[in-house]
Structures are given as structure tokens and as C-alpha cells.
């Protein structure tokens, strides 16, 4: 079955470090991609997308490209904020036309000023 | 739109009783989800409907744990009779498409 593999954290950057949280998956078929942001006390919300590989993601400075050959979505941002902190999930869902998603197990960042 | 609604936001229950949790998807939205999230064991799927019917459930624990969607914009979990062990964060979400929409979370605790 579908799976999707991230690097375990928490990861923890001083401001203004640079952020990358790798992310692999294994599907049957041509999934989108995504990354969600959970912060504290909140449920998740979807960060940035890509549909198609070769894609880019983009969003609040974050951005992600679907490498089909590598299997990997992983997420960059050039420079971090305090305001990051939080958990970053990656997922996959099939477009087969089944939208049940598959969730990594979450990274989380800790970003000290 | 308000987004996902779901209430109550905290619960606190003694063990042996019965808690319910509910949900209100995003209006037009077909799929609706049922998640448990804990520190040990992450982001869990528990039962998902599509146009109000369960689809899965594969992912419900035991026969103590019911979920309903008697229309488009409800759903409930229901918990009967609760453990300890069912402490958790339980998310609520809705599709769009293959894009979710989570709810605020409902934070149970049973002691």
C-alpha cells in the first residue's frame, strides 16, 4: 500500500537558518503531494500542494518540488522565523479518484530566536 | 465559511462513561474523517464517509468506539464506555477534492 517516510525530529534552527524536512513516499499510483502545518493547539492545515511531478509547492516561503524519481517531496525555506514552529506533516493521496489521504508521521521544528 | 466546527473543544470524563463528540464538515464537502492523535502513536485514521455513508472502518479500535453522519453537514463519535487509554486529541476533517480540512480538534481527557 501507499506509504509516505519523513525524518524524525524534532529539528531545532536558530532564526533565519535554513529548513530542509525530507520526505519519501511509495504509491502504486500518480498521487498529489502535500504538506500540512499543524501549530500548537490546532488541527492540521494544508500548507502547499503539487500535483504532478516536477511540480513546485509554494507558500509563506516554503516550498517543496515532486521529484517522481526520488520518490520525494521534501520541504525547504530559506530562512526560518520563530513563527515556524510546528509540526509539518507530509502527505499523499491517490487520484484514482479515492481522496483518502496517507500521513507521515510528522517532524516537528523548534526554531529559537 | 466558518471552516470545520466541532465541539467540545475539551473534555474531561471518568472512566466507565459515555462521551460524544461532534462534527460539522464544510458545507459541499463529501468526505468526512474521524482521526485520533496521541504522542505515541501519531496521527491515527479512524473511520472516514463518503455522502454520509462509512466507507472504512477499519481503523475504529474497539466496539466501544460508534461514529454517525445522519446527514451532510453532522457527525458524531461516540465513545461508550470510555478508558483511559482513549485520552487523546480527536480531529474532525473534510474533503475538497484530495485537499482535507481539519477541524479544531476535540481534546479528550479520561481519567
Known amino acids: 500500500g501507499d506509504s509516505v517516510t519523513q525524518m524524525e525530529g524534532p529539528v531545532t534552527l536558530s532564526e533565519e537558518a535554513c529548513l530542509t524536512i525530507?520526505?519519501?513516499?511509495?504509491?502504486?499510483?500518480?498521487?498529489?503531494l502535500f504538506w500540512y502545518v499543524q501549530y500548537p493547539g490546532e488541527g492540521l492545515q494544508l500548507l502547499l500542494k503539487?500535483?504532478?511531478?516536477?511540480d513546485k509547492g509554494s507558500n509563506k516561503g516554503f516550498e517543496a518540488t515532486y521529484r517522481k524519481e526520488t520518490t520525494s517531496f521534501h520541504l525547504e525555506k530559506g530562512s526560518v522565523q520563530v513563527s515556524d514552529s510546528a509540526v509539518y506533516f507530509c502527505a499523499l493521496s491517490d487520484t484514482g479518484g479515492s481522496y483518502i489521504p496517507t500521513f507521515g508521521r510528522g517532524t516537528s521544528l523548534i526554531v529559537h530566536p | 465559511d466558518a471552516g470545520v466546527i466541532q465541539s467540545p473543544r475539551h473534555e474531561v470524563t471518568e472512566m466507565g462513561q459515555e462521551v460524544t463528540l461532534r462534527c460539522k464538515p464544510i458545507?459541499?464537502?463529501?468526505?468526512l474523517f474521524w482521526y485520533r492523535q496521541t504522542m505515541m502513536r501519531g496521527l491515527e485514521l479512524l473511520i472516514y464517509f463518503n455522502n454520509n455513508v462509512p466507507i472504512d472502518d477499519s481503523g475504529m479500535p474497539e466496539d466501544r468506539f460508534s461514529a454517525k453522519m445522519p446527514n451532510a453537514s453532522f457527525s458524531t463519535l461516540k465513545i461508550q464506555p470510555s478508558e483511559p487509554r482513549d485520552s487523546a486529541v480527536y480531529f474532525c476533517a473534510s474533503n475538497r477534492g484530495n485537499e482535507q480540512f481539519f477541524g479544531p480538534g476535540t481534546r479528550l481527557t479520561v481519567l
Open positions: 525530507n520526505c519519501t513516499y511509495t504509491a502504486t499510483g500518480y498521487p498529489s
Open positions: 458545507s459541499g464537502h463529501d468526505y
Open positions: 503539487a500535483t504532478k511531478a516536477d
